[in-house]
């Protein structure tokens, strides 16, 4: 009897954990294909309609050296590409090629749950 008292809200905490984790990973991956993947393409490798419309053209994110990147300096490429000042390059190519990004109110928490994501996608395809 006193084991079917614990299981009970280790399992409660292991089904809240798991929706907190398929929250994040739906969200980074709603904001990568919606934000991201008409250029890097859905498996991040340079790969969209748009990869090779911009100057220079789309990087593959799923080398050796973007990974390094990513890791050392988690959600700073994430938020460097989306926030630069001077970073006209994105919405540029976007505009020329008639693609239309309804503008996003991003969050810390958006940018936790892309960075997440990317992280996942670009280590399956090792």
């Known amino acids: 009897?006193?084991?079917g008292k614990l299981l009970l809200p280790v399992s409660v905490a292991a089904l809240?954990?798991?929706s907190l984790h398929g929250a994040r990973a739906d969200n980074g991956e709603k904001l990568f294909v919606e934000r991201c993947a008409?250029?890097?393409g859905a498996d991040a490798k340079?790969?969209?309609p748009l990869a090779h419309k911009s100057?220079?053209?789309t990087p593959d994110l799923t080398?050796?050296?973007f990974r390094k990147r990513l890791a050392d300096y988690p959600g700073v490429i994430v938020s460097s590409i989306i926030l630069r000042p001077n970073g006209d390059l994105i919405p540029k190519t976007l505009k020329e090629n008639g693609y239309r990004l309804p503008p996003h109110a991003w969050t810390v928490k958006d940018f936790r749950?892309?960075?997440d994501y990317m992280n996942g996608l670009i280590h399956r395809s090792k």
Do not use: E, I
Request: proline letters at 14%; glycine letters at 10%; a neutral charge.
């Open 1 to 3: 009897m006193r084991l």
């Open 16 to 18: 809240c954990l798991t």
């Open 38 to 40: 008409m250029c890097h």
């Open 46 to 48: 340079g790969s969209g």
């Open 55 to 57: 100057t220079p053209p």
């Open 63 to 65: 080398t050796p050296a």
């Open 113 to 115: 749950d892309l960075n």
